[in-house]
């Protein structure tokens, strides 16, 4: 039987197959993958560089038609790895909107919804794990 989704592929030099990785990864996998950078405040608060976007983050567009552009995430589309942020929409022939779906490394976190309590937990864990270790 032949699987869809090889779980030991490390890397590799040629673009289809990279583009292969991305397009059969599972959900759990996408969502890693569907993260922005953080703004210089909140990289010094939460000590880290990119987090996963999530629904009701505010971002803002670092490049493209709508650069320097700030709203707050919509939608996260894993399928297809895009954002849906609110208030970016294009005038379509007919004269109806439609909003734009945008590629996420192309923006910066401004602040995070932190609804979710889980969102920055296993980052405490491994703080925890690490200095338990290090005191032995």
């Given at each position: 039987?032949?699987?869809k ?9 040629r673009?289809?197959?990279?583009r ?12 890693k ?7 210089k405040e ?12 999530r629904?009701?983050?505010t971002?803002?567009?670092m ?10 995430v ?11 942020v ?6 379509k022939q ?23 309590k ?5 980052r405490k ?12």
């Amino acid at each position: 039987m032949n699987q869809k989704f090889n779980t030991s592929w490390k890397a590799s030099k040629r673009p289809g197959k990279q583009r292969k990785y991305l397009a059969k990864a599972p959900l759990h996998i996408k969502q890693k993958l569907v993260a922005a950078h953080l703004s210089k405040e909140l990289r010094e608060k939460y000590k880290r560089r990119r987090v996963s976007l999530r629904k009701g983050d505010t971002v803002k567009i670092m490049a493209g038609k709508f650069k320097d552009k700030t709203g707050k995430v919509t939608k996260v589309l894993l399928k297809t790895s895009k954002i849906l942020v609110e208030g970016i929409q294009v005038k379509k022939q007919d004269g109806s909107k439609s909003d734009v779906k945008l590629v996420p490394c192309k923006m910066q976190i401004i602040q995070l919804n932190l609804d979710d309590k889980k969102r920055f937990k296993e980052r405490k864990q491994t703080s925890s794990v690490r200095s338990t270790t290090n005191k032995k």
